[in-house]
């Protein structure tokens, strides 16, 4: 798999090129659709993205600060490899900030936050369980995404996405030794429903063992 994917030419606001080209290479190097250590040209990622180079150089920036690709004078711009020996901090920075991400959701979440967290609770628990790994992991990717937003701190957002993304980018490389995700998907069901509730201390006591329990599978296999 490469990130060099040729699509249509589209025309897209000037304002959100940017964002979108950031966006989208995002999550290909984090499902490693981009796979580790592939170099990262800014006139085939332009031409597939249909933006111009100037919102990939902007993006590319931005994901070097999130530690997903990496730069090198003269050589160019890669994706970075994946590093195992950094599950023990990213799990260690999860377990301290994920609980109090979650008990904020919890507690300040407006309504139509809480319903959208239901909702998302209701579609998790009609998924077929025999569906695509990916698939399931783009799923989780959403769940981690609309609770740290729902926490309602931009700053604990940020950084949780970025440890979220390091996670997710490390369970993608092991995924074809992992079991399936779909008992996950579940358990994030019951995550979702009890911030939506306002169990604060049940949304904590759950977000901690789903990342021990991350740790633990990962580290089986590893």
């Known amino acids: 798999m490469t990130g060099d994917r040729t699509q ?3 025309v897209r606001p000037a304002g959100t090129m940017g964002q979108f080209a950031y966006e989208e290479l995002r999550e290909r190097l984090i499902t490693l659709e981009i796979q580790p250590g592939h170099p990262l040209n800014e006139v085939p990622l332009a031409a597939s993205l249909g933006v111009g180079r100037t919102a990939v150089r902007e993006a590319l920036t931005r994901l070097e600060c999130d530690h997903l690709v990496v730069s090198y004078p003269r050589k160019g711009t890669f994706a970075t490899m994946v590093d195992l020996a950094e ?3 990213v799990s260690e920075i999860r377990m301290l900030l994920e609980p109090l991400a979650v008990k904020r959701a919890a507690m300040n979440a407006n309504q139509e936050l809480r319903k959208e967290l239901q909702q998302l ?6 998924l077929d369980p025999a ?3 990916r698939s399931l992991m783009q799923h989780d990717m959403a769940v981690h995404r609309l609770i740290y937003r729902a926490a309602g701190s931009s700053r604990l957002e940020e950084i949780l996405v970025r440890y979220d993304n390091l996670a997710t980018r490390i369970w993608c490389f092991l995924l074809d030794k992992l079991p399936s995700v779909s008992g996950e998907i579940k358990e994030n069901a019951a995550l979702l429903r009890a911030i ?3 169990e604060a201390e049940q949304a904590a006591s759950l977000v901690t063992e789903s990342i021990a329990a991350f740790e633990a599978t990962v580290r089986k296999v590893i």
């Open 121 to 126: 609770a209701q579609f998790l628990e009609q």
């Open 87 to 89: 599950l023990a901090d």
């Open 8 to 10: 249509p030419m589209m």
């Open 196 to 198: 939506a509730g306002g």
């Open 131 to 133: 569906a695509d790994q």
